[in-house]
Protein backbone atom coordinates (compact mmCIF):
# COMPACT_ATOMS: atom_id res chain seq x y z
CA UNK A 1 0.00 0.00 0.00
CA UNK A 2 1.39 3.51 -1.18
CA UNK A 3 0.62 6.37 0.96
CA UNK A 4 1.72 10.44 1.06
CA UNK A 5 0.66 11.84 4.32
CA UNK A 6 0.68 15.73 4.41
CA UNK A 7 1.33 17.57 7.20
CA UNK A 8 2.16 20.77 8.56
CA UNK A 9 -0.51 23.06 7.11
CA UNK A 10 -2.89 25.59 9.36
CA UNK A 11 -2.92 28.98 10.08
CA UNK A 12 -0.34 31.75 9.15
CA UNK A 13 0.38 35.56 8.68
CA UNK A 14 1.31 37.18 5.45
CA UNK A 15 4.67 37.61 5.52
CA UNK A 16 4.98 34.35 7.44
CA UNK A 17 6.65 30.62 7.35
CA UNK A 18 5.39 26.96 7.74
CA UNK A 19 7.08 23.68 6.55
CA UNK A 20 5.26 21.55 4.81
CA UNK A 21 6.34 17.52 5.35
CA UNK A 22 5.38 14.39 2.88
CA UNK A 23 5.91 11.18 4.43
CA UNK A 24 6.14 8.37 1.86
CA UNK A 25 5.91 4.75 2.45
CA UNK A 26 5.09 1.75 -0.09
CA UNK A 27 7.86 3.62 -2.23
CA UNK A 28 11.37 4.88 -1.84
CA UNK A 29 11.02 8.91 -2.63
CA UNK A 30 14.70 8.98 -3.83
CA UNK A 31 13.62 6.82 -7.33
CA UNK A 32 10.70 9.18 -7.55
CA UNK A 33 10.01 12.66 -8.91
CA UNK A 34 8.21 14.00 -6.07
CA UNK A 35 6.48 17.10 -6.07
CA UNK A 36 3.99 19.41 -4.44
CA UNK A 37 0.42 21.38 -6.12
CA UNK A 38 -2.37 23.29 -4.78
CA UNK A 39 -5.45 23.81 -5.68
CA UNK A 40 -7.67 27.65 -3.90
CA UNK A 41 -11.38 27.08 -4.53
CA UNK A 42 -12.16 28.03 -7.95
CA UNK A 43 -8.72 27.38 -9.57
CA UNK A 44 -6.97 24.49 -11.35
CA UNK A 45 -4.41 22.17 -9.44
CA UNK A 46 -0.66 23.83 -10.16
CA UNK A 47 2.52 23.11 -9.80
CA UNK A 48 4.43 24.40 -6.78
CA UNK A 49 7.65 22.52 -7.00
CA UNK A 50 8.73 19.26 -7.75
CA UNK A 51 12.38 17.60 -7.44
CA UNK A 52 13.39 14.51 -9.70
CA UNK A 53 15.17 11.26 -8.67
CA UNK A 54 18.38 13.31 -9.76
CA UNK A 55 18.13 16.52 -8.01
CA UNK A 56 16.85 18.38 -10.63
CA UNK A 57 14.22 21.07 -8.93
CA UNK A 58 11.49 23.11 -11.20
CA UNK A 59 9.61 25.89 -9.03
CA UNK A 60 6.38 27.50 -9.99
CA UNK A 61 6.51 31.14 -11.33
CA UNK A 62 4.72 32.71 -8.14
CA UNK A 63 6.66 30.66 -5.54
CA UNK A 64 10.41 30.95 -6.86
CA UNK A 65 12.58 32.78 -4.40
CA UNK A 66 10.01 31.77 -1.47
CA UNK A 67 9.51 28.15 -1.46
CA UNK A 68 12.58 25.42 -1.29
CA UNK A 69 11.54 21.56 -2.13
CA UNK A 70 13.90 19.29 -0.45
CA UNK A 71 14.00 16.01 0.82
CA UNK A 72 15.52 13.49 3.61
CA UNK A 73 15.73 10.00 2.08
CA UNK A 74 16.44 8.61 5.62
CA UNK A 75 13.52 9.61 6.42
CA UNK A 76 11.65 8.59 3.31
CA UNK A 77 10.24 12.33 3.27
CA UNK A 78 9.92 15.58 1.17
CA UNK A 79 9.53 19.19 2.15
CA UNK A 80 8.49 21.97 1.35
CA UNK A 81 9.44 25.10 3.30
CA UNK A 82 7.31 28.48 2.88
CA UNK A 83 8.66 32.15 3.60
CA UNK A 84 7.36 34.61 2.76
CA UNK A 85 3.85 33.93 2.79
CA UNK A 86 1.02 35.74 1.15
CA UNK A 87 -2.66 35.49 1.14
CA UNK A 88 -3.04 34.15 -2.66
CA UNK A 89 -0.59 31.14 -1.23
CA UNK A 90 -3.99 30.14 0.77
CA UNK A 91 -4.67 26.96 -0.66
CA UNK A 92 -4.98 22.88 0.05
CA UNK A 93 -1.33 21.75 -0.86
CA UNK A 94 -0.88 18.09 -2.20
CA UNK A 95 2.22 15.97 -1.97
CA UNK A 96 2.58 13.61 -5.05
CA UNK A 97 4.90 11.08 -6.37
CA UNK A 98 5.55 10.02 -10.22
CA UNK A 99 8.27 7.19 -11.41
CA UNK A 100 8.28 6.21 -15.21
CA UNK A 101 9.67 2.45 -15.84
CA UNK A 102 12.02 1.29 -18.43
CA UNK A 103 8.92 0.33 -20.41
CA UNK A 104 7.22 3.54 -20.18
CA UNK A 105 4.42 2.49 -17.59
CA UNK A 106 3.84 5.16 -15.10
CA UNK A 107 3.19 5.07 -11.00
CA UNK A 108 1.25 8.20 -9.94
CA UNK A 109 0.20 8.87 -6.59
CA UNK A 110 -1.34 11.47 -4.48
CA UNK A 111 -1.47 12.38 -0.93
CA UNK A 112 -4.82 13.11 0.73
CA UNK A 113 -4.04 17.46 0.55
CA UNK A 114 -3.42 19.51 3.80
CA UNK A 115 -4.84 23.29 3.97
CA UNK A 116 -2.65 26.26 4.14
CA UNK A 117 -4.21 29.56 5.20
CA UNK A 118 -2.42 32.84 4.77
CA UNK A 119 -4.72 35.79 6.79
CA UNK A 120 -4.73 38.30 9.64
Known amino acids: QVQLVESGGGLVQPGGSLRLSCAAS????????MGWFRQAPGNERELVADMSSGSEINYGDSVKGRFTISRDNTKNTVYLQMNSLRPEDTAVYYCNAIRISPDLRSEYYWGQGVQVTVSS
Open 26 to 33: GITVSMFT
